[in-house]
C-alpha cells in the first residue's frame, strides 16, 4: 500500500541528514569536507536536539571515520559515514577493510574533483577510483533519490544475501546544495520496510570471532567467495527497489533507468545529476522526431552488464557521458560499458564524452550536440571516439 | 591441564562454503607449535617452591597452574628457555630434545 | 586495595586467552598481549592494527585470540577502538573492555594522529603500546621509538653512522599533554607492576594508556631465553622507567638508588654491539639528563 508522506523543502545534503535520522545508525562517524559539511552539520543537529539518537564520533580525520565505522560495525551497530573527493581517498584504505569484512555501512559520498588543480566542484573521479574496493556504488539524479537510495542502502547492505557496504553519490553542489521539494517516507511504514539491523557477522561477546583476519593461504577463496555474493546482489537491488516503490510510491529501475529508448537508434549513458539535463534534451529532441533514448546508470557496482547487453542489441550508436577520465585511456564509464558490450556480435557504434570535469558546465546544448553526432555515427559518419566536451580552448584529437 | 586444544579442521570444498567476511572463530587452533622447539623445559617437581614466576613470564602461556604441581602444555611450548632462565631455585632445566630426562 | 586489581601471578587466572600463536620463541611483545588479556578477561574486544602480534595471532584457520579480536587499519587502530566502543554503547552492551595493542610503529608514528584523537575525546579504551623499539613486522626497520645508537635495518651502523641517530620519541609525555586521565610506562621485566597497571587502566571511565618495554630477541639481537631479563635491565639501567600520570600529575613508580651499567645492557643486545665508548657516553648523558628532569619536576 501506497503511504504518502510529508514534503519538506531542502537541499541534497539535507536530504542525507533526514534519511539518516529516519533510519537512525546507532554510530555516525564523519570528517568535514565540503560539500558533504552540510550534511553532517544537519545530522549533528539531529543528534543535540535528540531526534537522532546515535553515538555521534567526531573523529580527526575520514581515515579514522570510516576505521570508527568499521569498529562500530564489527560489533553489529548500525553505522553511517559521509564524505567526498580528497576525504573518500584518504580513506580509501579501509574501503576493501569494510568489503572483505561484509559490513554493511551506508557511505554518502559528494562526488567532487579530486586535487590537483584544486576544483570545489563536482566530478566523479572521486567515486570511480573506487570501483575495485568491493562497495555497492549507486548515483543519485536528485535530492529525493538520494533520500530514498540512503533508506534503500540499509536494506540492501544488510541483506544477509548481501553484507556489503554501499556508497551512495551524489554530485557536489549540484545537488547537495541545491533546494527541491522532497517528500519524508512515513516512520512507523519505513519500520516495516527496514527492521533493525542483526547479524551474526561481528565480534559477540557470547560467539567471539576474530575478524578482518589474514588469510595467506585462503585468500583466494574468501575474495572469490565475495564475488559470488556481490553477483546476486543485482536482484536484490531491484526487489528492494520494487518494494520500496509499492510502499513509498518512488521507483527508479533498479540497476538502470531505460528512458525514451524504445525504438531510440541513439542513447546517451549517463551517471548522477547530468540524467536530469539529458532528460530534457530527449523531450525536445523526440517532440522533433529524432529517434533519441537516455540510459541513466544507476549503478556502478555491481555493473548492469546484462542491461547494457540488452540496450546495445538494439540500438546503433551509444554515448558515453564521463565525468571523470582514466588518463592514459579514456572515461572510467566508458571502458565498463564497452567492457559489456564486447558480448555482442554485433557492437552498435560508441562514444565517450569526458565532460563536465571538475564541475565544467554541461548543457543542454552540449547534450544536443551529443546526441547529433551519435545519429550521424549511427548512419555512418566517422567522429573523434573521446572527446573532451565544452573545452575552453582547441585540442589535437 | 587447562589448555586450548588442536581440533580439526576440514577445509571447504565450496567457495560459497567460506564464512561471510574474513571472520572466523576464536580461539580455534589447528597445529600445534612443539616442533619448533629444540630444548624441552623440564620441571623439577621436588626443588619447585611454586611460586609461579615461570607461569608468569612464559609468552606463550604453556605453563598450567590448574594442578597440584605446574604442568607444561608441551603442545604448545617453544622451547624459549625463559621459564628456566627466570626460576630463581633452578628447578627447570632445559634438556635436549630426543634425549632422555637426563639429556643423554 | 581494590578487589578488581590483579597484582601478581597467584591472582591471576590460569585461562589463557591468547594462545598458540606463531611469535618468536621468547617474543616479549607476546607476554605483553596474553598478560594483559589475562588481566582483563574474556569479555575483551581486541584490536590490533598489522604488527607483529597481529601477524602470529590471527593467520586463518589457527585463530590465537579467544577474545574477540579485529585487525584494525595500521594508522587507526585508535579509532576502530573508538567505533567498537561507541558501537557496544549504543548497543546497551556493558561489561566489557575495549583495548588494543599496537607496537612503537604504530603508536607513534603512523598511528599517533588517531591515539590523539581517541585521548582527545576521551573515549572508554585501553591503549596499549608494546615497544620493541622498531618495525619488526617488516623487518627491524627504524621507527620513532628507536633509540639512539640502535642497528635496524633502515638504520645501519657503518663507518659514517652508528646505527639510529636519533633518540626516542617521548610518547609516554605527548600523551599525558593531552591531559589523559591516566597513563603509564611498564616492562615486561616488572610484570607485577605492568599487572598492576592493566588493572588501573582497566577501571578508567576514559582514555587509558600504557607503554609497555617489550624486548624482542629477533630484532635486538639476544637469546630468547633473556627477554625478562633485558626488559628489567632496561629499567634497572635507567634507559627505560616506570612511572604514572594521573590526576594531572606524574608519579616514577621506581627511582634506583644507582643504575645498572649501560654498558652491560648495550653489549648483551647485538643491535648495540657496534657501539664505542663515545656514543655509549652519548647515551648515558641523554639518560642523566632525563632522569635529572623526573626527579626533579615528578613525585616519586
Ligand atoms: C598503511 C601501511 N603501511 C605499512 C604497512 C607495513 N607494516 C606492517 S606491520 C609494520 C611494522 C609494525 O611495526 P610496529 O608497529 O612497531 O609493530 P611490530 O611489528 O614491531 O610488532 C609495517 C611497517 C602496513 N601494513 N600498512
Ligand atoms: S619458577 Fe621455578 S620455583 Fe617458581 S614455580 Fe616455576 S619451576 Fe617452580
Ligand atoms: S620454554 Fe618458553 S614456551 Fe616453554 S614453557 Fe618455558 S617459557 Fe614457556
Ligand atoms: S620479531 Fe620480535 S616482536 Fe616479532 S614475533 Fe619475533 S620476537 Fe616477537
Ligand atoms: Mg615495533
Redesign the pocket.
Known amino acids: 500500500m501506497r503511504m504518502a508522506g510529508r514534503k519538506i523543502f531542502i537541499s541534497g545534503d539535507e536530504a542525507v541528514a533526514e534519511a539518516v535520522r529516519l533510519v537512525s545508525p546507532h554510530v555516525i562517524s564523519a570528517y568535514p569536507i565540503t560539500p558533504q559539511t552540510v550534511a553532517v552539520e544537519r545530522i549533528s543537529d539531529f543528534v543535540e536536539d535528540g531526534s537522532l539518537q546515535a553515538e555521534y564520533i567526531h573523529v580527526e580525520s575520514e581515515h579514522s571515520a570510516m576505521s570508527a565505522a568499521l569498529g562500530a560495525a564489527a560489533v553489529g551497530a548500525r553505522t553511517f559515514t559521509a564524505t567526498s573527493s580528497q576525504g573518500l581517498l584518504y580513506m580509501a ?1 579501509v574501503l576493501p577493510y569494510v568489503s572483505g569484512a561484509r559490513f554493511p555501512i551506508v557511505m554518502m559520498n559528494a562526488n567532487r574533483a579530486l586535487a590537483v588543480p584544486w576544483a570545489l566542484l563536482s566530478d566523479h573521479r572521486d567515486s570511480l577510483s573506487q570501483l575495485d574496493s568491493g562497495w555497492i556504488q549507486v548515483y543519485c539524479e536528485d535530492a529525493q533519490e538520494t533520500l530514498d537510495m540512503i533508506i534503500q542502502a540499509y536494506r540492501v547492505a544488510e541483506d544477509e544475501r548481501v553484507m556489503t557496504p554501499m556508497m551512495v553519490n551524489l554530485d557536489g553542489f549540484v545537488l547537495t546544495h541545491t533546494y527541491e521539494l522532497v517528500e519524508l517516507p512515513d516512520q512507523a511504514a519505513l519500520k516495516s520496510f527496514l527492521p533493525d539491523y542483526s547479524t551474526d557477522n561481528k565480534m559477540d561477546l557470547d560467539v567471539p570471532k576474530s575478524v578482518c583476519l589474514a588469510a595467506m593461504n585462503h585468500y583466494m577463496e574468501y575474495m572469490m567467495k565475495q564475488e559470488l555474493d556481490m553477483r546476486n546482489v543485482e536482484s536484490i537491488i531491484e526487489e528492494t527497489d520494487r518494494e520500496y516503490g509499492d510502499m513509498f510510491g518512488r521507483s527508479y529501475g533498479g540497476m538502470i533507468e531505460q528512458y525514451m529508448c524504445d525504438g531510440a537508434d541513439a542513447v546517451l549513458v549517463t551517471l548522477g545529476s547530468v540524467t536530469g539535463t539529458a532528460r530534457v534534451v530527449v523531450d525536445s529532441m523526440r517532440s522533433e522526431g529524432y529517434k533519441v533514448g537516455l540510459v541513466k546508470l544507476r549503478f556502478m557496482r555491481p555493473f548492469p552488464k546484462a542491461e547494457i547487453i540488452e540496450i546495445g542489441s538494439k540500438v546503433k550508436a551509444i554515448g558515453v557521458v564521463d565525468k571523470d577520465i582514466s588518463v592514459g585511456y579514456e572515461g572510467i564509464v566508458f571502458t565498463n560499458v564497452n567492457s559489456a558490450l564486447s558480448d555482442l556480435d554485433r557492437v552498435p557504434q560508441r562514444l565517450n564524452f569526458i565532460a563536465g570535469l571538475g564541475g565544467r558546465n554541461v548543457s543542454k546544448a552540449h547534450i544536443r550536440d551529443m546526441y547529433m553526432q551519435l545519429l550521424e555515427v549511427a548512419e555512418g559518419k566517422e567522429k573523434e571516439k573521446i572527446q573532451f566536451v565544452n573545452a575552453r580552448c582547441e585540442y589535437n584529437g | 591441564m587447562d589448555r586450548p586444544k588442536v581440533v580439526k579442521y576440514k577445509e571447504p570444498e565450496r567457495a560459497e562454503d567460506y564464512p561471510v567476511g574474513a571472520t572466523f572463530k576464536a580461539g580455534h587452533l589447528v597445529q600445534t607449535n612443539s616442533g619448533w622447539r629444540t630444548f624441552r623445559p623440564i620441571i623439577d617437581q621436588d626443588k619447585c617452591i611454586k611460586c609461579l614466576r615461570c607461569f608468569l613470564v612464559c609468552p606463550d602461556g604453556a605453563i598450567d597452574k590448574s594442578g597440584e604441581s605446574l604442568e607444561i602444555d608441551y603442545d604448545f611450548c617453544k622451547g624459549c628457555g625463559v621459564c628456566a632462565h627466570e626460576c630463581k631455585v633452578g628447578a627447570i632445566r632445559m634438556v635436549k630434545e630426543g634425549a632422555d630426562e637426563d639429556g643423554r | 586495595m581494590d578487589k578488581n586489581m590483579v597484582t601478581n601471578a597467584r591472582e591471576l587466572t590460569n585461562t589463557e586467552f591468547f594462545y598458540g600463536h606463531k611469535a618468536c620463541a621468547g617474543c616479549g ?1 607476546s607476554l605483553a598481549v596474553r598478560l594483559a588479556l589475562k588481566v582483563l578477561g574474556q569479555n575483551s574486544f581486541v584490536s590490533l ?5 597481529s ?1 602470529v595471532g590471527f593467520l586463518f584457520p589457527q585463530i590465537s585470540f579467544v577474545t574477540n579480536a579485529i585487525i584494525a ?3 587507526a587502530n585508535a579509532a576502530v577502538l573508538s567505533g567498537i566502543e561507541a558501537g557496544a554503547k549504543a548497543l546497551g552492551l556493558k561489561d566489557h573492555h575495549v583495548v588494543g595493542f ?6 607513534a608514528d ?1 598511528g599517533i594522529q588517531a591515539l590523539s584523537g581517541a585521548i582527545d575525546r576521551g573515549d572508554r579504551i585501553i591503549y596499549i603500546c ?1 615497544d ?1 623499539e ?5 623487518g627491524i ?1 627504524q ?1 620513532g621509538l628507536t633509540p639512539y645508537g640502535a642497528r635496524t635495518t633502515t638504520s645501519p651502523a657503518g663507518k659514517n653512522l652508528p646505527g639510529s641517530i636519533k633518540m626516542k620519541k617521548n610518547m609516554f609525555e605527548i600523551v599525558a599533554a593531552h591531559g589523559i586521565s591516566y597513563a603509564a610506562t611498564a616492562s615486561i621485566g616488572y610484570p607485577e607492576d605492568y599487572l598492576k597497571k592493566v588493572s588501573k587502566a582497566a577501571q578508567c571511565e576514559s582514555t587509558s594508556y600504557i607503554h609497555v618495554m617489550a624486548p ?1 630477541c629477533t ?1 635486538w639481537g639476544f637469546p630468547g631465553e633473556r627477554t625478562i631479563e633485558i626488559a628489567k635491565e632496561a629499567v634497572d639501567c635507567g634507559l627505560w622507567f616506570l612511572a604514572e600520570y594521573e590526576n594531572e600529575k606524574f608519579t616514577l613508580n621506581r627511582k634506583p638508588s644507582s643504575f645498572s651499567p649501560v654498558k652491560e645492557y648495550l653489549m648483551k643486545q647485538g643491535r648495540f654491539r657496534h657501539l664505542g665508548d663515545d656514543d655509549i657516553s652519548i647515551i648515558e648523558r641523554h639518560r642523566d639528563h632525563k632522569w635529572e628532569k623526573m626527579l626533579k619536576n615528578w613525585d616519586s
Open positions: 584504505e | 611483545g592494527p598489522p604488527n607483529c602480534m601477524a587499519p595500521f594508522a599496537a607496537g612503537d610503529g604504530g603508536t603512523i608494546y620493541n622498531a618495525y619488526m613486522n617488516t626497520q621507527s624482542c630484532g
